[in-house]
């Protein structure tokens, strides 16, 4: 190996080193506790090895409901958000007057804390004794019913769920796209006009192609995002999710470890094993779309 090159090696020594002790050595440790069976947390003690732990948490209800919960909030605000923040960075670009100003108002929910946005949320869409809420007032000027959104239905609970996701995920979104777009080459629209070209040809000829790597970026991590949600549930139901009938994956996890049935890391350990395995084969699938359909 010549001087350069260990230079380079030295460089990235603190990088590495940092790597390993606190992402490779972790997830060695998540596979040795995922396959530990009975294992004891006060004693460090267990008494087998093999895949039992995952039988039980893919047995679980609990889990079960987790992972519904994660799919359908994966599947429904992925594909909306990324096209809603497509749509408003279009209509940005588009714009002249005063867009420092709309850019702006769009980010605000973005550097938000996101417990304060979810309790906002929570004011507008919960049915108590002592008000309906301003979405139930808006509902019934129309002439629908009542529906208490975080205690009632669970379409309803999911529908506030996504809508929250959606609003918090959204501002980056726009952020992204609207610098993506900015980048564009403004003579490919001159020459389109030229040719008479119409805004929708222009749109699927010329934009999206070129904005393509970004909107593969948002799409995956969105994606992984959206599977690992947690706090956007808390923020919206509280703590007691699997009550509320609105866990999720990673709050599945965390009950296994600190929740009230808590004290069980082998049980913690397999779910999340299988949460790795299943973002990272849908990450690598959105990649190699990506590379078939990104054009640079």
């Given at each position: 190996m010549n001087r350069h090159g260990m230079k380079a090696w030295l460089y990235l020594l603190p990088a590495l080193l940092f790597l390993s002790i606190f992402m490779i050595y972790p997830l060695i440790d998540v596979f040795v506790y995922s396959a530990e069976e009975g294992y004891n947390f006060a004693s460090q003690t267990y008494f087998g090895t093999g895949l039992y732990n995952y039988s039980y948490v893919l047995h679980d209800p609990y889990f079960l409901q987790a992972v519904k919960n994660t799919f359908l909030l994966v599947i429904i605000t992925v594909p909306l958000s990324t096209g809603l923040a497509l749509l408003i960075s279009l209509g940005l670009s588009s714009i002249r007057a005063l867009r420092d100003l709309y850019q702006t108002v769009f980010f605000l929910p973005y550097v938000t804390n996101t417990l304060a946005v979810g309790l906002v949320f929570m004011i507008l869409f919960q049915?108590?004794?002592?008000?309906?809420?301003?979405?139930?007032?808006?509902?019934?000027?129309?002439?629908?019913?009542?529906?208490?959104?975080?205690?009632?239905?669970?379409?309803?609970?999911?529908?506030?769920?996504?809508?929250?996701?959606?609003?918090?995920?959204?501002?980056?979104?726009?952020?992204?796209?609207?610098?993506?777009?900015?980048?564009?080459?403004?003579?490919?629209?001159?020459?389109?006009?030229?040719?008479?070209?119409?805004?929708?040809?222009?749109?699927?000829?010329?934009?999206?192609?070129?904005i393509s790597p970004m909107v593969f970026y948002l799409v995956i991590t969105g994606f992984i995002g959206a599977f690992k949600a947690y706090s956007d549930a808390v923020a919206l139901f509280g703590t007691d999710l699997n009550a509320a009938g609105m866990n999720t994956i990673v709050g599945y996890v965390y009950d296994m470890l600190y929740g009230d049935s808590g004290g069980f890391p082998s049980y913690a350990s397999a779910a999340a094993i299988i949460l790795f395995a299943i973002v990272l084969t849908i990450t690598c699938i959105n990649l190699l779309v990506s590379k078939k359909h990104v054009h640079y």
């Open positions: 049915k108590t004794e002592y008000t309906d809420g301003l979405i139930n007032l808006l509902i019934g000027l129309f002439g629908g019913p009542s529906v208490d959104f975080i205690d009632g239905p669970y379409w309803a609970k999911m529908f506030v769920l996504c809508f929250y996701t959606i609003w918090v995920v959204m501002p980056f979104k726009i952020l992204i796209l609207t610098s993506a777009l900015a980048s564009v080459n403004q003579d490919y629209y001159k020459t389109a006009r030229v040719d008479g070209t119409s805004k929708l040809r222009t749109f699927t000829r010329i934009t999206l192609p070129m």
